[in-house]
């Protein structure tokens, strides 16, 4: 099955700092700490949906640094999730937190209440791109805490960010390599949204921070999920999954961007494969359920192709792997 998480939300607890893009409230929707019950309730809501699958997912602490939080109240939730791991009902429980709230002793902690992978926000692997968004650790400390989660056997995984304060398309496409020399199992990938009541917002209004637009943050995305992908490491989230409608002020979110994404990657392969062979009618063969991704939104790649003169139709070919197209021509 695909990666499923339970996710409970920390909202900003445990963050030693303000970081230029964060309020983690507006990004989850919530405002207060959660507790053993929400814990319970959740488990619950999944097992409906998940039903027979929910064995192979993993209880998610989410939204603040989980190990830094307070360790008794870090403790309560360990210990509320830990009870449907050793029940047999989940797989295991996954926790996102700071590269320099990671040492040998919160490792052995983590071990022992059946925390199975650990995320990583590196958000960038240059370090004047992480002093300037007040990220308060180095690209060093992402390297160490990464070694040493793997060491622990946890299952390792990495977030960055595009489009950040100070950074470039060139940065992002060095962050992206140096994560995967650090070969984590699982990434995930947020363009930079500008949030209400952030230092980014003021960078913003006063003209010193420039937004990406969305065909832009798309293009370069597109870009750092094939290369994940060539590298055999799975992207599991691209872009925000929602925000707080009231809380956005600007930057390239949209509900469907790892569509337009994978959609980008699809027209790119198809341009390089038919410009060899030259125009006119074609069938593009893809695989099955990336019919739509090959058609693009709103049809937008199959247009593009129409006026590079390609008139092409999408069929499915089972046999066919991810990101793969035949491109046959048709006969008049």
Known sequence: MNHANISIFVPHVGCPNQCSFCNQAHI??????????????????AEKSLKAELKNAEIAFFGGSFTAIDREYMITLLEAAFEFVKSGKVKGIRISTRPDAIDDEILNLLKSYGVTSIELGAQSMRDEVLALNFRGHTSEDVKIASGLIKKYGFELGLQMMTGLYGDD?????????????LQPGTVRIYPTIVLKN???EQLYKSGKYRVQDLEHAVDLCARLLYMFYNANISVIRLGLHSIESDSYVAGPWHPAFRELCEGKIYLDRAVGLLKSKGKGRYTLYVRPEDVSKMVGHKRKNINALKAMGFECKVASDPRLAKYEIIAKKDVD
């Open 28 to 45: 989850t929707g919530v405002h207060r700490l959660p507790g053993t019950k929400d814990i319970v309730n959740a488990v619950a809501v």
């Open 169 to 181: 398309d060139e940065g992002a496409v060095y962050t992206c390599t140096e994560l995967i020399k």
């Open 198 to 200: 952030t230092y980014l």
